[in-house]
Each structure stands twice: as C-alpha cells, then as structure tokens.
C-alpha cells in the first residue's frame, strides 16, 4: 500500500497564478484533511472532509478551496496565490474522525509564492 | 483562545533518557496525540492518551494529567534516530487536532 500521496512534491508560483494540490490515500478511509506547517507555528487545519461529496472549512480557509469528488482523493486549490501562501502543505487521513485514530500524512508540497 | 505549549529545543546525550512536556488549553477534551516529525519528512504517529495515567510502547512512554492539562513523552535510551521533532496534538471538542509547534530534540553522540 501506498498510503497517502500527494503531487506535486514541489512547486514554485507566482502571485496571482492558480495551482491545484493532488492527494490521494489507497487505505479506504473516510477522513481526508489538508494542514498547512509554517516555522515556529503549529500544524493548522486548511479544510477537510468527513466522507465522498462533503468539505467543511477548518481553522484558515480562506485563499482556498477543496474537492472530494471519490473517497480516495481530496484536492486544495488556489485560485489567487499570495506569498502569505508560501508553506507546506501536508494532506492526511484517517478511517474515522474521533477517539483514537490516528490520522495517516503524505509526504507534504512545499509551495513557495513569489 | 486554544492554546498548545511545548519547549522549542532540547537536546540528550544518546542513551540517556529525556522528558518532553507539554501543556494545553483548549475547548473541550477527546484525547491527546504524540506525532514524531523528522526534518522534512511527514509527521508519523507515536502515541494517544484519553485516560489519566502512562501508556508505554516501547523505548516510548506518554503520561496524561487531564487535571492539570498536561502531558509528557519520555525516550529511553536514545538513539541518534530519534534527532527529530515532537509534536503535541489535542482533540478538542469538535473532535479536530489542535497542534503545538513541537520541540526539536537534538541527540549529541
């Protein structure tokens, strides 16, 4: 098994262009989320998604948006980079969203705006 | 506000034994995750605690004071490996992961 995947592994925009993050999990879970990591900070929940079809914003949503047409992919989009943008990205999963299971990450994008 | 704190650096000589704390305010309690970070790689899950009291696994070992708002990870026997970050993550009411910044354990030989 793969895990969680995401493409791609890095990417170098510049203000204003647009990009989509791909991530993709094969262990059939139903918890998808994607984080943002900047220095000194902690992990801070972008958007995320309970189940195939549904999203909901988490702590910093804004400048971004989500997909999760099938259960196995989860997609982030920028429409309008800004250099406030620039951090890793990390996508993760987990088979329920409670108690203690543990969420599963991807590699991570590292995204840098100019 | 929710709020996560844990020291920024450590550092451990290997094969000794060190203690990351970490304390927490936060809206609601469902459980307190450890996740072990190396530089540049994804964070990888270590340990949960719902329940006052230790949970060992291994050379890992996590302790809950829900009380005090308080957790620690302890390593024994470290091991040059283990030079990584270490994050402290709460399960608020909602069920999400609140996150510290982590600390940053350095292992000199």
């Known amino acids: 098994n793969a895990g969680v995947t995401q493409t791609p592994k890095f990417r170098v925009l510049k203000t204003g262009q647009s990009m989509t993050l791909l991530c993709a999990q094969d262990?059939?879970?139903?918890?998808m989320y994607w984080y943002r990591q900047d220095p000194g900070m902690g992990l801070r929940l972008i958007h995320y998604?309970?189940?195939?079809?549904?999203?909901a914003k988490g702590e910093v949503p804004d400048g971004y948006n989500v997909s999760r047409l099938k259960k196995q992919n989860f997609l982030l989009g920028l429409e309008s980079a800004a250099p406030s943008q620039t951090s890793v990205y990390f996508c993760?999963?987990?088979?329920?969203?409670?108690?203690?299971?543990?969420?599963?990450f991807g590699p991570g994008t590292r995204l840098t705006v100019l | 506000g929710q709020n996560i704190d844990q020291p920024t650096e450590m550092t451990a000589t290997e094969g000794a034994i060190v203690q990351i704390n970490c304390t927490y305010q936060t809206s609601g309690f469902n459980g307190l995750f450890w996740y072990q970070q190396h530089a540049g790689e994804a964070p990888t899950f270590l340990s949960y605690?719902?329940l006052d009291g230790l949970e060992e696994k291994g050379r890992f070992s996590s302790f809950l004071s829900r009380s005090k708002g308080y957790s620690y990870l302890l390593l024994k026997e470290l091991q040059m490996k283990d030079s990584a970050s270490y994050l402290c993550a709460v399960q608020d009411s909602n069920y999400q992961l609140i996150w510290g910044a982590g600390t940053k354990l350095i292992i000199k030989p």
């Open positions: 605690n719902v």
């Open positions: 993760a999963s987990s088979s329920a969203g409670g108690g203690s299971d543990e969420q599963f």
């Open positions: 998604s309970v189940g195939e079809g549904t999203t």
């Open positions: 262990m059939n879970h139903e918890y």
